[in-house]
């Protein structure tokens, strides 16, 4: 069965260090997104892309957060530099849009990070 | 503004004991409502989508059914392997998937 891969799946950090997270979206697969879920909560977009490009980032911290998917399949995700509260699990999500569907999305085992 | 409160928080119930969870939402333009399951240190997992009121969808123990308020999912005489978080998702007008916080479910043995 396909599968949503992340990785790593940990990562600890100290703060003012620099974080990436890879994803790698289930084959055929268009539109990716990457979430933030902290701990007791539901998960938050940080950004969306259809193929290439960004297509919602209005929740994305831009001065140290950046995300990007070169090809229109795997995507990393960058924080520089990581602050304390940026401890949470990242979730990589990806789904097959189809017009006038909504189509379920299908998630990654998640990073979980921890800042020091 | 999207939103989705759900409830309880958290639910314990005995093996066999059935209960239901609720997700109430506010969006303009209901696009589709998801369930998911996530278990402590995993990704969700989705369970059903459900698209206009009226609308149920089952799957062994779980029966998903929705109203243009709210949204349950009903869990018949649960086991153990039930226990795990319940997440409710809304998409509306904004094309944007909007999450509740969840329900903790612990089904003892």
């Known amino acids: 069965e396909a599968e949503v891969a992340q990785s790593p799946r940990y990562k600890i950090t100290e703060k003012s260090q620099a974080v990436a997270f890879w994803c790698d979206p289930i084959s055929g697969h268009a539109t990716l997104y990457w979430y933030r879920q902290i701990l007791g909560q539901g998960p938050e977009l940080l950004v969306q892309f259809q193929d290439e490009s960004v297509v919602d980032d209005s929740q994305l911290p831009k001065d140290r957060f950046s995300a990007e998917r070169l090809k229109g399949v795997d995507s990393t995700l960058k924080i520089q530099p990581a602050e304390l509260g940026d401890s949470a699990m990242y979730l990589c999500?990806?789904?097959?849009?189809?017009?006038?569907?909504?189509?379920?999305?299908?998630f990654g085992p998640g990073t979980r990070l921890t800042v020091l | 503004e999207d939103q989705v409160t759900q409830s309880p928080e958290a639910l314990r119930l005995q093996e066999g004991e059935s209960s239901s969870l609720n997700c109430s939402y506010t969006v303009s333009g209901l696009r589709g409502l998801f369930w998911y399951r996530q278990d402590p240190g995993k990704g969700p997992e989705f369970l059903f989508t459900?698209?206009?009121a009226g609308e149920e969808k089952e799957k062994e123990r779980l029966k998903a059914t929705l109203t243009k308020k709210e949204s349950f999912l009903h869990i018949t005489a649960p086991k153990p392997e039930d226990s795990a978080t319940y997440l409710c998702a809304v998409r509306g007008g904004t094309y944007k998937y909007i999450f509740g916080t969840g329900t903790r479910l612990k089904v003892l043995a």
């Open positions: 999500a990806s789904s097959f849009p189809l017009a006038g569907v909504s189509n379920e999305q299908f």
């Open positions: 459900l698209y206009s």
